[in-house]
């Protein structure tokens, strides 16, 4: 068998002021053919999975485009054509081929085009005909009616923290090489009950995520059923099709995919309200953490989780932590592309005097002037060490430390977000030592600081990954939507 194989990848904040362009491709990641290949395999990553569960069914991949960027703004329309069409010029000069694996995200907005994946997804179905396609989604896909309707099987993460990228990019392989082979005849059904669940309640180690996949996990297990993923959907974009959605996918059986899926709309239905979340003030956060014993405790900025499309630019915990002359915390990781070139230019050791952050996303709390030493200086570069991304290099680009009376600021030039500790560690930083850790993420720090937090403190900062959606102004999703209205 042939399998053509493509990833294009982003989650697109539509309240950013980040357009995301091909620059922010080019830092993240934008590779071509067979160097793609080489770059996933092995890798905790949707594509990494493929590669393996293609190996392991004798599958032979013809690769094509690698494309993601950190969340942000809408994708320019550019930037989306090119890719699309590369993509669409590839499969015409593949040659025969008997599936296509896609690695999508599924929230990916384009300037004047709202369900970018839809789109694309047309774009293939119509250079493929009969073609089956099946799609990796994230779990913050906002899956529209005509995703499900042109893809041959869709399969979403099950976890948040995304720890399964992997094994649902091999199942994807494995189930589409099902599909040619003639085993098995998916029957979809999709539901999308008016639910935008906020992001940080929307873990799936408790909650009502994990109530909803432990129900899903026992449908699983039944004959006929083949998968179901349920996508807690990405709230901060507003478009129509937002928020969580359900699929269940079996064997020739489509009145056993609605009754299930029925089933499960009605079970996220009745656990909406436990989906709403609330985190500590700033100062009540950073006075907390301080009376702690034993170290470190993170205080999680899951408001500035570049990783929902946040800037990574806000300053208000350091600002608090400089404030009551908190020592032995470091800041992970504050985007401010300038500062680190200024630190660069003073040189280790030397000491500065500068303002830091609130730069792109001033609406959200303004630059912060500081003084302190240029601890260490780097070219980003570090290896993930998982559980997420594991055996994937991360491109920081030029980073610096800076350390202002012992509350060490780590300064980046590519925005990404802090879910691994080797993003303190390969800069000379021991996070076991230090009483603080500020992370700006929003739930994905949570596999690899969990195992090493003495405790975790969920801040409720401002930012653009905010889970008080009463912050923010809606006005293109369908309505009535939970909780922006009372249902
Ligand atoms: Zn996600």
Redesign the pocket.
């Known amino acids: 068998m042939r399998f053509f194989v493509a990833m294009v990848s982003h989650?697109t904040n539509t309240f950013s002021p980040i357009r995301t362009d091909r620059g922010q491709f080019e830092a993240r990641d934008l590779r071509y053919g067979g160097e793609i290949l080489e770059a996933y395999r092995g890798t905790g990553t949707c594509l990494g999975g493929m590669i393996d569960g293609a190996a392991a069914r004798g599958v032979t991949l013809v690769p094509s485009l690698a494309a993601s960027a950190s969340p942000a703004g809408r994708v320019s329309k550019e930037f989306y054509d090119e890719a699309r069409d590369r993509l669409v010029a590839d499969l015409r000069a593949a040659g025969p081929l008997d599936g296509v694996l896609l690695d999508l995200h599924g929230a990916m907005v384009v300037e004047g085009i709202d369900d970018g994946e839809g789109d694309l997804l047309q774009a293939v179905r119509t250079t493929v005909g009969a073609v089956p396609i099946a799609v990796t989604l994230?779990?913050?896909a906002n899956v529209t009616r005509a995703m499900a309707a042109t893809a041959t099987l869709l399969h979403g993460y099950k976890t948040?923290p995304?720890v399964d990228m992997d094994a649902r990019g091999r199942e994807a392989a494995g189930r589409l090489a099902d599909v040619v082979a003639g085993r098995i005849r998916p029957t979809v059904a999709y539901r999308q009950p008016p639910m935008l669940p906020p992001i940080a309640g929307q873990l799936t180690t408790r909650g009502p995520m994990r109530r909803l996949y432990d129900l899903a996990d026992a449908m699983e297990a039944r004959p006929r059923v083949l998968s179901i993923s349920l996508f807690a959907g990405f709230p901060l974009a507003d478009i129509p099709d937002a928020g969580l959605s359900i699929y269940v996918v079996t064997d020739g059986d489509q009145a056993l995919a609605d009754a299930l899926a029925d089933e499960l709309a009605a079970a996220a239905w009745a656990l909406r309200r436990e989906f709403l979340h609330a985190a500590l003030p700033v100062k009540g956060a950073v006075a907390r953490a301080l009376a702690l014993d034993g170290r470190p405790v993170v205080l999680a900025d899951i408001a500035d989780n570049t990783g929902g499309g946040a800037a990574g630019d806000t300053t208000e915990i350091l600002r608090e932590l400089l404030r009551v002359g908190a020592r032995g915390a470091t800041v992970a990781c504050l985007w401010d592309p300038a500062a680190v070139r200024a630190c660069l230019e003073a040189g280790v050791g030397a000491t500065v005097s500068l303002a830091v952050g609130g730069k792109i996303d001033p609406g959200h709390g303004a630059p912060l002037a500081v003084s302190g030493r240029v601890r260490t200086l780097s070219d980003g570069r570090f290896m993930h060490k998982g559980p997420m991304f594991r055996g994937l290099e991360g491109r920081l680009g030029p980073t610096a430390v800076l350390d202002v009376n012992d509350v060490k600021i780590i300064l980046i030039s590519h925005r990404w977000q802090t879910l691994d500790p080797e993003m303190i560690r390969f800069v000379g930083i021991d996070p076991l030592g230090e009483k603080i850790l500020v992370v700006k993420s929003s739930i994905h720090y949570r596999a690899a600081f969990e195992p090493i937090a003495r405790a975790i403190l969920e801040v409720d900062a401002p930012g653009l990954s905010s889970s008080n959606l009463a912050r923010f102004t809606f006005t293109r999703v369908r309505r009535p939507i939970f909780p922006l209205d009372d249902m």
């Open positions: 989650e994230d779990f913050h948040y995304h």
